[in-house]
């Protein structure tokens, strides 16, 4: 399984996840072998709109791939990895 979808069908529902939870949002990304840049970028306007609420977004059991990139990009930097 990847997240590498055209912004225009991805941005949507990652811009509504931020409103349709209470307190912070959790993502299992265990099943998750590959994110591309939109993937990423998904990632981060979802944990800039939550922050912007006082809460977070929090990542779990993030494969070795998924994590290279993110460490890459240096987006370990702001998102929360457990």
């Given at each position: 399984?990847?997240?590498?979808?055209?912004?225009?069908?991805?941005?949507?529902?990652?811009?509504?996840?931020?409103?349709?939870?209470?307190?912070d949002v959790i993502l299992d990304?265990?099943?998750?072998?590959?994110?591309?840049?939109?993937?990423?970028?998904s990632l981060l306007q979802v944990h800039a709109a939550l922050e912007a609420d006082q809460r977070r977004l929090v990542l779990r059991n993030v494969r070795s791939l998924v994590a290279r990139l993110i460490e890459v990009t240096e987006a370990d930097t702001v998102l929360n990895i457990e």
């Open positions: 399984m990847g997240i590498d979808l055209p912004r225009r069908i991805f941005r949507r529902p990652t811009c509504h996840l931020a409103r349709l939870a209470d307190g990304l265990g099943e998750l072998e590959f994110i591309g840049s939109s993937g990423l970028r």
